[in-house]
């Protein structure tokens, strides 16, 4: 959650958060990687339209192709840990088209 914040505080959003594209170091701590799909905005408020991510972590907006703000990291940070308490994401089912 640090991290995530870290990298709003400088206006990026991640929009990639999922188990895959977080490690850990030797000391324990945990390293955000795959910033591929991350967004510079020019502001704090401004929105972005571009559908991208992971099915099982994206955000009602994203999914919907609606505008979003950093507020889809913290939906994406809800939605892994659900996942590290239950073993799956929330929304899950092996049909793409019915998750």
């Known amino acids: 959650m640090c991290g995530i914040a870290y990298l709003h505080s400088f ?3 991640y929009r990639d958060l999922k188990p ?5 170091d030797a000391d324990g701590h945990v390293i955000i ?7 510079m905005s020019g502001t704090s408020d ?3 339209t571009t559908i991208c991510g992971t099915p099982e972590y994206a955000s009602p907006e994203i999914l919907q192709q609606l ?4 507020a889809v990291d913290w939906w ?4 892994l840990l659900y996942e590290m308490l239950s073993g799956l994401p929330p929304f899950y089912d092996q049909d793409p088209r019915v998750m």
Request: charged share 20%.
């Open 11 to 13: 206006n990026v959003i």
């Open 20 to 24: 895959e594209n977080l490690l850990l």
């Open 33 to 39: 990687t795959d910033f591929g799909l991350s967004k």
């Open 46 to 48: 401004e929105m972005a």
């Open 67 to 70: 505008p979003y703000n950093k």
């Open 76 to 79: 994406a940070i809800g939605t």
